[in-house]
């Protein structure tokens, strides 16, 4: 779409389905030269200025046929398409997709394998809570994970009301080999800022390459 237009992705937006394939298509160029097999098919925002009660059959209806469409030719590629629930009490408030619950309902409606859940742990927290359950019931539909401390949204060990070191245990737990992306704004220095992630691999017994030194 065209941020610059107040657009945020096109998935679910009606009357921009011609828009939305073009960018899917570009997006394919760019993770197939890149080597990346997972795009994020952002659903869009209600319109401005209209209700989201009133719109929300059709732009359900929308995305579903683009994800449809999205999910033949990410086939053919050999990739898959994520949908990512983005809160609407903070982060966006006319984002059409807001919890893992209507993410997984409009899932189970498209039936495609190669259609995922883009599970960012941020927005599942203001939105829903219940952090440990709703992880353990979509895990199956679960493609990758994004994590930032709530509310401020930086680094996993400033302060705030997620406990990270028992998230990632518990994915461990469930069997989670994919990559936990850092989606979070760094209070300072980057590097700095990955202490957490020294001191997280050092508390598992981990060499900072993040490999066992059992292994070694």
Sequence with gaps: GDPEAGEMGLAAVPGRQAAFRRGLAAAVQYGRAVGCPRIHLLAGRVPLGADRAA???????????????????????????????????????????????????ILEKVGRPNLKLQLD????????????????TYFPLIGHIQIAQVPGRHEPDSPGELNFPYIFELLESLSYTGYVGCEYAPKGDTLEGLGWLRSYWESRGLQHSGTSKAAE
């Excluded at 732009?59 to 449809?68: A, Q, R």
């Excluded at 941020?122 to 353990?136: A, P, T, V």
């Design 55 to 105: 719109v929300a059959d059709e732009m359900e209806t929308t995305f579903i046929e683009n994800l449809k469409y999205a999910a033949d030719l990410l086939a053919q590629e050999d990739m898959i398409g994520l949908v990512e629930p983005i809160n609407s009490r903070i982060t966006d408030p006319r984002y059409f997709l807001n919890t893992p619950h209507q993410a997984a309902a």
């Design 121 to 136: 742990i941020f927005h599942c927290q203001i939105m829903d809570g219940n952090l440990s359950r709703n992880l353990e």
